[in-house]
């Protein structure tokens, strides 16, 4: 039996949820969203300090990388959400948008449109915070956003310590000036993950009789006829199915999947395509390649004194079954609540490095400058966890197989350009000087990597210790695609050579955003159904 939607969309993650809400608000429509996974019921992935025990379970397709050359050849592990919510269901929760920079830049790769006053002027509406309402920020939007918790006053000594070395004031990084340092805010309500699909899709919402969210469907392709995307074909309750898409199709599946998807659908590199037996629907060679991403890298210090209440494990059982009974305790508490956004080099053309403020150490006594140090999980310390922002090294997402249920093979590129690393090795000499402030001399006693290490030895610092931050981006970017031949999608986020189908996901975003990829990702499933409800309502 063949069901017709006029939309289907595929992926219910951050972006797709929106999407499908928006365009379900107007009654001539009939949305279908379909999800790989299963609902949200796991509650410890909307726990603050225990979210990461669902990374490795059915609700995260469990990617890893390619042996990453630039990184002594390592795999770095990847968890990406399938689970309604999507990635921003198992995440930290940040919410950081981004600066002017970014938003900007989509415009000038040939994005018309989507520039920074347009997305201040979506996330306004989207957000729902104290700090707002003003030219900055929203209130009374579907994302609430309240302050990180946190359990030792210790933050606010970091906090003061990247004040006192001039790396920037103490406020809002999302206002007029992002080089700043606070508390981050999330998406969370009194302590509990609420993602942006749980706003969006509320149980008022999906009692939309025009609106239908099928999960446990796993979607094999896009079903052409001609050049146009007239379906999908889905595994579903063990059978393979047909779906008709009267209007469109919309990718949501992240930048991975969709990638993926677009592939084995026939839209991608034809050489690709190819060789893996696929008839050639368009030959779009952007589609997988400009895969970039954010590294992080942990800086620790042991402190000589103890630091008050920062000694609890947030995973234990005790404390999850605390945090599910009262709402209370260590379960609460990511141990990085606060992050500052600087320019290290001092251009103020963009922030080039994110440091996020961790009140414990995180060290296992590997690390040489820790030597001898006993009992050291029992020490206090703190953490800088450095990330640098816009990354020059770009890699790819390839297809193993024709089949769907293969993993794609996952190749970020890290530290393929070596600027990045020179770069780093600056970030990781800028953010040492936060030791050495009146504020943080007398919890300095131990440095990883050392305050006198050579260039050389950061370099193999950050090869040997540096890992993703979970924000790839780029696999089918949006441009001019009269000008630019590897973009995939227009301003409307048309595919290349096709006709009714969009992606609207992370894989959109021409480079990553100097903060984390959630916010901007609600900004493109917001701009993706205004745009595709304007043509409706133009029709």
Not at 362 to 390: D, H, P
Not at 395 to 403: E, F, I
Not at 477 to 502: F, M, Q, T, Y
Request: charged content about 25%.
């Amino acid at each position: 039996m063949t069901q017709t939607y006029d939309y289907i969309i595929v992926g219910a993650g951050t972006s797709g949820p929106i999407v499908a809400s928006r365009l379900s608000e107007d009654p001539r429509v009939s949305v279908l969203l379909l999800e790989a996974g299963g609902e949200n019921t796991n509650d410890i992935s909307r726990a603050p300090g225990a979210f990461f025990k669902v990374w490795g379970t059915p609700y995260d397709w469990q990617y890893e990388s390619e042996p990453q050359k630039g990184l002594n050849n390592r795999k770095i592990y990847s968890p990406r959400g399938r689970v309604v919510g999507g990635s921003s269901a198992i995440n930290v929760g940040f919410w950081m948008r981004g600066t002017k920079e970014d938003y900007d830049f989509w415009e000038q790769q040939g994005a018309k449109g989507w520039n920074y006053e347009k997305a201040l002027e979506r996330f306004q509406k989207i957000e729902d915070t104290d700090l707002g309402p003003t030219r900055y920020r929203g209130k009374g939007g579907k994302v609430h956003l309240e302050n990180s918790a946190y359990p030792s006053e210790f933050i606010h000594t970091l906090l003061d310590a990247f004040k006192e070395a001039g790396f920037g004031d103490i406020g809002d990084f999302q206002a007029e000036t992002p080089y700043r340092a606070d508390i981050v805010q999330k998406d969370y309500i009194n302590r509990v993950r609420h993602t942006p699909a749980d706003s969006y899709l509320s149980e008022e919402i999906r009692k939309r009789p025009n609106l239908t969210v099928q999960i446990d469907t796993f979607v094999r392709k896009v079903i052409f006829k001609g050049n146009r995307a007239v379906g999908v074909e889905v595994e579903y309750q063990g059978k393979v199915q047909q779906i008709t898409a009267g209007a469109e199709v919309i990718l949501s599946a992240g930048s991975y999947n969709t990638a993926q998807i677009l592939k084995l659908s026939g839209v991608g590199p034809k050489k690709e395509l190819a060789k893996h037996g696929i008839p050639v629907v368009a030959d779009v060679p952007g589609v997988g390649e400009n895969l970039n991403d954010h590294l992080m890298v942990n800086v620790r210090i042991l402190s000589s004194v103890p630091i008050p209440d920062t000694h609890f494990n947030p995973a234990s059982d005790e404390s999850i079954a605390e945090w599910r009974k009262e709402r209370t305790g260590p379960a609460c508490y990511y141990p990085g609540p606060a992050a500052g956004l600087v320019s290290s080099d001092g251009t103020h053309t963009g922030p080039d490095f994110e440091v996020i403020l961790e009140y414990v150490h995180t060290a296992n006594g590997s690390e040489k400058e820790f030597a001898g140090v006993n009992n050291i999980a029992e020490r206090s310390g703190y953490c800088l966890v450095v990330i640098l922002m816009i990354p020059k090294s770009r890699g790819n997402v390839l297809l193993a197989s024709a089949d769907p249920h293969d993993k794609p093979l996952i190749n970020p590129n890290y530290f393929s350009n070596p600027d990045d690393v020179k770069r780093f090795i600056k970030g990781i000499r800028y953010a040492l000087q936060l030791t050495k402030t009146k504020a943080l001399l007398p919890y300095t006693e131990k440095v990883h990597p050392a305050l006198d290490a050579s260039d050389a030895d950061i370099e193999a610092f950050l090869r040997s210790e540096a890992s993703t931050v979970f924000h790839p981006v780029g696999t089918a970017r949006i441009g001019d695609l009269n000008k630019d031949p590897l973009a995939v999608v227009d301003s409307h986020l048309r595919v290349r050579g096709v006709e009714g189908l969009r992606v609207a996901d992370a894989s959109i975003m021409p480079q990553v955003n100097r903060g984390h990829t959630m916010a901007p990702v609600t900004y493109i499933g917001e701009m993706a159904a205004q745009i595709i409800l304007s043509g409706i309502h133009r029709r």
